[in-house]
């Protein structure tokens, strides 16, 4: 009578060894994704800017958060420069995706927004001519942003936002909202857009301030929650200084639950001497 032989059990040496290579191979991907992390950190602390322009009765302050586990770097980004007729060029964006690949498209964007704001004085057109741009590159990511132009001398302040969350302002005298400002697409999404120019004029005491989606929406808090309550916390520090504000709205996005970064870009603006 034949008898089925069993399939010989593997040994203690067997599994060891099998643990020993698994172990060895999670090991080096945990080592390729902490790489990976700590070059898209490097990418995102070389590319926002040291330190950001300011005026008399101007001045400006900016943070940047990752998200809560440290792992989702490179995403939002903003940027200050002053252009070439004395104009303050102000600039925050969100880019899709995360890791080194937005990060290096983050900077992207930066330098060419900075070099075609330099040769017109219209943020719609800077905006749609760094869309056309970031499109000719055949990138499969795409970026909300929002690019502002400021006059230190009359105030007027200029803007174009692509896809991107609105801004809160508040004011001395009691007054706060959240801009209605018609917008475009994101950049990367369709070639030859028009991106409308929204104009407002910042000659009482306030603050003006730029913000990711990172700081008003979580799992916990719809977008238009947050923008409300980051509406009211401005309007109650609407005179405080620049960073101090700064810190009080980041501080604020961990109320959201949020799992993703985070950018506030602050203006602060003092009334404007009448005639005398």
């Known amino acids: 009578m034949n008898r089925r032989r069993t399939p010989r059990s593997a040994s203690a040496e067997d599994l060891l060894s099998t ?7 999670a090991r080096q991907e945990v080592e390729l994704h902490q790489a990976r992390v700590e070059l898209a950190q490097a990418l995102q602390r070389d590319m926002l800017p040291a330190a950001l322009p300011s005026f008399p009765g101007l001045r400006t302050a900016a ?6 586990d440290g792992l989702d770097i490179g995403g939002d980004w903003y940027d200050g420069f002053l252009l070439p007729d004395g104009a303050l060029g102000l600039a925050i964006g969100d880019v899709q ?3 080194v690949e937005a990060a290096a498209f983050m900077g992207q964007i930066r330098i060419a927004m900075r070099a075609i704001a330099g040769s017109t004085s219209d943020p719609g057109e800077v905006m749609g001519r760094t869309n056309d ?3 000719s590159m055949n990138s499969t990511l795409f970026a909300t942003c929002s690019f502002l132009r400021l006059d230190p001398e009359s105030r007027e302040l200029r803007s174009a936002r692509a896809g991107h969350v609105a801004s809160v302002w508040a004011t001395a005298d009691g007054r706060s909202g959240v801009t209605a400002d018609a917008g475009g697409l994101p950049l990367g999404i369709e070639p030859h857009q028009h991106y409308p120019v929204a104009r ?3 000659d009482v005491t306030g603050s003006f ?10 799992p916990s808090l719809t977008i238009d929650d ?3 309550r980051i509406r009211r916390l401005v309007s ?4 405080a200084d620049a960073e101090e504000l700064a810190d009080q709205v980041l501080e604020a996005a961990v109320l959201t639950g949020h799992e993703d970064d985070a950018a506030v870009l602050v203006l602060r603006h003092e009334a404007t001497a009448g005639p005398g």
């Open 236 to 239: 109650s520090h609407a005179v």
């Open 63 to 68: 943070r940047y958060a990752p998200a809560r």
């Open 209 to 218: 301030v730029l913000l990711t989606d990172g700081v008003v929406e979580g």
């Open 19 to 25: 643990l020993q290579h698994l172990t060895a191979r």
């Open 133 to 135: 741009l970031i499109m």
């Open 97 to 99: 995706g995360h890791d």
């Open 226 to 228: 947050g923008l409300d």
């Open 200 to 202: 407002r004029n910042l």
